[in-house]
C-alpha cells in the first residue's frame, strides 16, 4: 500500500480522540491511520474538526480522551517544539511568518537553529550560507539563498517552510491548505516536490478543499464532519461523493443557467493599461452580467479591481461608467458612483479585531452605510440591526444573532457577511475579489447564489480557480500580464469579439 | 448611567454565552473588578479615616482628578484611532503658560484668553495630525517629539521665568496685565457651594466624549481606524480627516484641561503639568480594565482617574508619605493591566 513498505506499523495511529471546547464538541470519537509514505487529505467544511486535530497534532492542544500512536509509541507533545522534536512538522497556511523581510533566504532557512541553538551564537554569512545550502541540497530544493525573504513568492516561502521541516527530520509533514495562495503553475511545482517526499517515505496530512490538489497527491481522503469521521475514499477518488460526504447533502452540480441577454452597459473600458509597460485592453459588463476575472498570482486581477474601485489609477485608457467618464480617486467616490468591492483577504480588508467595536456581524455589514442609515449621526436606532437580520437570513448566515461578534463565524459566513456589506445597498457595479477565499462548498453555493440573484448591476469577480469562475460566471476573461487575452466563449454572443483589441 | 448598564448587559451577555458557570464568574469578576475594587477601597478607608467620607473630601478628590481625566479622555481618543498623543501633558503644561501670558502680558480678559488657549491646543492637535497623516511619522515618535517641541517652547517668551503678576519680561519692562478674576472662577468655584467647577466641566467632557464615542457614527468610524485603517478606508471613509479630529480633539482637550490648572494656581508656573501626562495615559490604560473592555474607552478612562485619586487620597490621610505616590499609581497601572489581559487568557 505504501510507497516504501514496512506496512506491519502505521506510522501515525490516531484512535478515538474527542475534544471539546466549554460544550462545543469539536471532535468527537475522530480517527486517523497513517502510514509511511502516504499522502491523505483531510477534508471537512469549517468548523468540522479539522483545525482541532491539526492542533492537537502538532502539540498546541490535548485531546480529552482517546489514544495517539506514534510508530507505536504513545504520542502526546505538550507543545509544537516537542511535536517536532517526535517527527510531527505543521507548515501553516500563512507563509509571511516562515521568514523575516530584512534577512536572506538562508537566514530564515536557519531560523529555528537560531532559537534552540543549534546554531552557534557568533554567526558569519559564509557559515550561515553554508548551512542554508546543506539544508536545501538535504531537501532537494533549489532557492536563492541570498534574496531577501520579502522578495519570495508564497510558493517559494512554502518551500522555505518544507525545507526547514525536513531539516527538523520530519516523517510526517501537515500542510494546511498549502496551494490557498498559490498560483496553478506555482501548485504544480509543489505537487512535484510532494510526490518526491512521498517516495522518500515521508508522510503527509494535507487539508484543503481544492480538488485538483487532491486529484494530484491524495492517496487517500478522510472526511471529518461535526467532529466525527463520515468517510474515507481510496484513491481513486470519487469526488462528488466525497464533497457530498463533507457537506451531508447532496452537491448541486448544475450549473446556474447562464444568462445571455443582458441590460444596458454599465462599465465599459477602453484602451485600459494596468501599467504603464502592459498592453491595453478593452472591458465591457452590463447590467445583469457576471463576468469572471481568472489568472495566475499576480497577473492583475487585484490591481484591475481596486483600480476599479479608486485605489490607484490605470496607467493609460479611460474607464466609463454609465456613460460618464470614471477616474475615482478615492474609495469614497468610487462608492459615491455606485462601485462597491469584496476586497481579497477579508481579514486585512474587511473585519474590524475581535472585542472591538464594530466587530459584530450587524456593523460589520454597516460599515460603510453609517451616513445613510443613520442621518442624525448618532447610533440610536435599530437600523442597522434590522437590516442586519434580513442580511443573515437572506444569505442564510449561520450567526447567533446581529449581535453575535463576526469572529464567533466560520470563515463561509464571515465571508458571506463581508458579501452582505456591499450587497445590502443598491450599486451599479459590483467587484469581488477572491470571494471563495477560505470558504467550505456549502457557504460557496451560498454565496454565488447571493451573487447571481442580482440582476439590476454589473459585478466582475476575480478568482485564480477556474472551476470557481465557471460556477458563478456568465463569461470568463483570462488576465495575463496585467492584459485580459482570451475569451472564453461560455456564452457566446458575437458582440463579445468585439471587446478585444 | 443608564448608558453604563446597557454596556454592561450587553458585555454580560457575551459572556452568558461562553459556556460554563466558572468562566461567567471569571468574566463578572473581570468585568466589575475596578468597580469592586473601587468599592472596598472607599469601604476601607472610611473605616480607617472616617473624615475620607466627608463630601467635602470625595469632591476635592474629583476636583484633583478633574484635569487628569478631562486630558484622559483626549488620549482615550487617540488610542481609539490607534494612535497614541504623548504630547497631551505637554500641550496642557503650555496652555497654563499661554493662559497667563496671554492675561498677564498681553492684558486679554477671560473671553478672549479661552479660545485663544483653546485654538493653541487645537493647533497642535493639527500639527501632530500633519506628522502622522501626511509625512507618515509613526505616531510615538511624532506627539513624543511635539511633547519635547513645546516643553521648550513654553519657556522662550518668558526666558524660562514662571509667569505670575508683575512678571518681569526679558526685555526689561514690567508686564501690566492680572488673571481676569472671571477666568479664574473656571478653577475655583463651585456649585450649590459643594460641587467644584472643575467637576461639573469634567462631567460635562465626559458624557459628551462617552456619546461621542460609543453613540456616534463618528465613534464607530474612529474604533473603524484604530480596528482595521485599510478596511475602514475600503469602506469609503476618509481616514485621514478621522485621524485627524482626533489629534485636534485630543490637543483641544489637553489645553481644556491646561485652562483649568491656570485658573486653578492662578499662575503660569513653569513646573506646572509635570505629572500630567503619566497620569493621563494612565488612566486611560486603567481604563482598559473597567468593565474588562480590553480597549480604550472614555467611561474607563474617567474611571481610572477617579480611582487612582481615591486611592491616593486615602493614602495620603493614612499619612501614606508623599513619595510613594508614583509608585501607588504605578502598581495600580500593572495590576489593572495584568488584570485586564491575563484573566482574559483563558476565555480562549
Known amino acids: 500500500m505504501s510507497a516504501t513498505g514496512e506496512p506491519e506499523m502505521p506510522l501515525l495511529d490516531v484512535q478515538d480522540i474527542s475534544r471539546s471546547f466549554g460544550s462545543t464538541r469539536a471532535l468527537i470519537g475522530a480517527s486517523l491511520l497513517i502510514e509511511p509514505g502516504e499522502i491523505v487529505a483531510l477534508m471537512g467544511a469549517n468548523g468540522a474538526g479539522k483545525s482541532t486535530l491539526v492542533k492537537i497534532l502538532s502539540g498546541v492542544q490535548a485531546p480529552d480522551s482517546g489514544t495517539i500512536l506514534l510508530k507505536g509509541q504513545p504520542f502526546a507533545p505538550q507543545s509544537p517544539a516537542e511535536a517536532v522534536k517526535l517527527g510531527i512538522v505543521t507548515v501553516h497556511q500563512s507563509t509571511d511568518v516562515v521568514g523575516i523581510p530584512g534577512l536572506t533566504v538562508a537566514d530564515a532557512l536557519l531560523l529555528h537553529h537560531y532559537v534552540d541553538g543549534r546554531q552557534r551564537f557568533f554567526l558569519s554569512a559564509k557559515s550561515v550560507r553554508r548551512e542554508a545550502a546543506h539544508i536545501l541540497q538535504e531537501a532537494g530544493f533549489h532557492l536563492p539563498l541570498d534574496r531577501d525573504f520579502a522578495d519570495l513568492g508564497a510558493a517559494d516561502r512554502q518551500i522555505v517552510a518544507i525545507a526547514r521541516a525536513l531539516a527538523d527530520k520530519a516523517e510526517l509533514l501537515i500542510l494546511d491548505e498549502p496551494t490557498a495562495s498559490l498560483s496553478t503553475q506555482e501548485a504544480e511545482r509543489l505537487y512535484g516536490i510532494l510526490l518526491g517526499l512521498k517516495a522518500r517515505g515521508i508522510a503527509i496530512l494535507y487539508i484543503s478543499h481544492r480538488t485538483a490538489d487532491l486529484a494530484a497527491l491524495a492517496d487517500r481522503v478522510v472526511i471529518l464532519r461535526g467532529g466525527r469521521n463520515v468517510g474515507s475514499f481510496n484513491r481513486p477518488i470519487d469526488f462528488s461523493a466525497a464533497l457530498e460526504t463533507m457537506i451531508g447533502r447532496p452537491l448541486n452540480t448544475a450549473r446556474p443557467d447562464r444568462r445571455a441577454q443582458f441590460g444596458a452597459t454599465v462599465v465599459n473600458l477602453q484602451g485600459v493599461r494596468l501599467l504603464a509597460k502592459s498592453k491595453p485592453f478593452d472591458l465591457t459588463v452590463r447590467e445583469g452580467e457576471v463576468v469572471a476575472i481568472t489568472g495566475v498570482l499576480g497577473a492583475g486581477k487585484s490591481r484591475l479591481l481596486s483600480t476599479l474601485f479608486g485605489v490607484g489609477q490605470f496607467a493609460g485608457g479611460k474607464a466609463v461608467l454609465e456613460g460618464k467618464p470614471y477616474a475615482p480617486k478615492s474609495p469614497a467616490e468610487a462608492i459615491a458612483a455606485g462601485v462597491a468591492l469584496v476586497a481579497e483577504d477579508r481579514h486585512r480588508s474587511a473585519l474590524m479585531p475581535a472585542d472591538w467595536p464594530g466587530e459584530s456581524v450587524a456593523a460589520t455589514i454597516s460599515l460603510p452605510h453609517l451616513k445613510r442609515w443613520y442621518p442624525s449621526g448618532f447610533l440610536f436606532s435599530d437600523a442597522e440591526k434590522t437590516r442586519a437580520i434580513a442580511a443573515i437570513s437572506r444569505l442564510g448566515i449561520k450567526a447567533a444573532g446581529a449581535d453575535a461578534s463576526v469572529w464567533s463565524l466560520s470563515g463561509g459566513n464571515q465571508q458571506k457577511a463581508v458579501i452582505a456589506r456591499w450587497e445590502v445597498e443598491k450599486s451599479r457595479l459590483l467587484l469581488l475579489d477572491e470571494p471563495f477565499q477560505g470558504v467550505d462548498v456549502g457557504a460557496r453555493q451560498d454565496i454565488v447564489t447571493t451573487i447571481r440573484s442580482h440582476a439590476n448591476r454589473a459585478t466582475l469577480i476575480a478568482t485564480s480557480d477556474y472551476e470557481e469562475a465557471q460556477e458563478v460566471a456568465d463569461r470568463i476573461l483570462l488576465i495575463d500580464q496585467h492584459t485580459l487575452i482570451e475569451l472564453t466563449p461560455t456564452a457566446v454572443s458575437a458582440d463579445h469579439q468585439e471587446e478585444f483589441a | ?348
Open chain 2, 1 to 348: 448611567m443608564t448608558t453604563v448598564n446597557d454596556i454592561s448587559k450587553d458585555t454580560l451577555h457575551q459572556g452568558a454565552d461562553s459556556r460554563n458557570t466558572a468562566s461567567f464568574v471569571r468574566e463578572t469578576v473581570r468585568r466589575g473588578a475596578v468597580f469592586i475594587l473601587l468599592a472596598g477601597l472607599i469601604i476601607i478607608f472610611s473605616l480607617a479615616q472616617p473624615a475620607f467620607i466627608n463630601i467635602n473630601n470625595l469632591m476635592s478628590i474629583l476636583q484633583a482628578v478633574a484635569v487628569v481625566a478631562i486630558i484622559g479622555a483626549g488620549v482615550t481618543v487617540t488610542l481609539a484611532i490607534g494612535g497614541f498623543d504623548l504630547s497631551a501633558g505637554a500641550v496642557a503644561a503650555s496652555s497654563v503658560m499661554a493662559s497667563s501670558y496671554a492675561m498677564i502680558v498681553l492684558g486679554l480678559n477671560a473671553y478672549q484668553t479661552v479660545p485663544l488657549v483653546l485654538a493653541f491646543g487645537a493647533l497642535v492637535g493639527l500639527a501632530n495630525a500633519f506628522l502622522i497623516v501626511k509625512l507618515k511619522v509613526p505616531d510615538l515618535l511624532a506627539t513624543l517629539s511635539m511633547m519635547f517641541l513645546l516643553s521648550g517652547l513654553q519657556l522662550i517668551p518668558t526666558a524660562g521665568r514662571s509667569i505670575s503678576v508683575g512678571l518681569i519680561l526679558p526685555n526689561g519692562s514690567t508686564a501690566t496685565g492680572r488673571y481676569d478674576p472671571l477666568f479664574l472662577t473656571i478653577g475655583r468655584s463651585s456649585l450649590f457651594g459643594f460641587i467644584p467647577f472643575p467637576v461639573i466641566l469634567l462631567m460635562i467632557v465626559g458624557v459628551i466624549l462617552f456619546v461621542l464615542t460609543e453613540r456616534t457614527r463618528l465613534g464607530r468610524l474612529l474604533f473603524a481606524v484604530g480596528g482595521n485603517e485599510v478596511a475602514t478606508r475600503l469602506a469609503g471613509a476618509n481616514t485621514a480627516k478621522i485621524k485627524t479630529f482626533a489629534y485636534v480633539l485630543s490637543g483641544t482637550l489637553a489645553a481644556f484641561g491646561g485652562i483649568i490648572v491656570a485658573a486653578r494656581v492662578g499662575r503660569g508656573d513653569v513646573s506646572s503639568g509635570a505629572s500630567l501626562l503619566m497620569d493621563s495615559v494612565a488612566a486611560s490604560l486603567i481604563g482598559f480594565a473597567v468593565l474588562g473592555l480590553r480597549r480604550p474607552n472614555v467611561l474607563g478612562t474617567i474611571t481610572g482617574a477617579v480611582f487612582v485619586g481615591i486611592l491616593l487620597n486615602g493614602l495620603t490621610m493614612l499619612n501614606a508619605p508623599y513619595y510613594t505616590q508614583d509608585f501607588v499609581k504605578g502598581f495600580v497601572l500593572v495590576g489593572a493591566l495584568a488584570l485586564t489581559y491575563g484573566v482574559s487568557r483563558a476565555r480562549t
